[in-house]
């Protein structure tokens, strides 16, 4: 229940004593245990519905395909912005007059 001691919860204890009164102090109490009961059970049950689909290899099989295909959707568009750039520099290349040294020549007219 966190970081209270022993002398904190019986301050709290008094308060609610004091609050409440006798009466009603172990409605309360019963009331609060089964809503902490309840929020454990529906805890334990979240944590195990979670555990059974990352152990589930199927369900693990069918997330890393579907990464795969988005992977490979994103490629395959990038390459497509690609290619024209690609060809332009091809035709930039071929504008270019090179000699037998690889050196670019420029023509002095």
Partial sequence: ???????????ILMLALLVLGPARL???ARQAGKVLQQIRQVTRSFQAELQSVVDDPL?????????????????SSE?????PEKLDSEDSD????????????????
């Fill in 94 to 109: 071929q504008q270019k007059v090179v000699d037998d040294a690889g050196e670019p020549v420029v023509d002095d007219e």
């Fill in 26 to 28: 172990p409605e309360v």
């Fill in 59 to 75: 369900t693990e099989l069918a997330a890393r395909a579907r990464g795969d295909a988005l992977v490979a959707e994103e490629n």
């Fill in 79 to 83: 390459n497509a912005k690609e290619e």
């Fill in 1 to 11: 229940m966190g970081n209270l001691g022993g002398g904190e919860i019986l301050v």
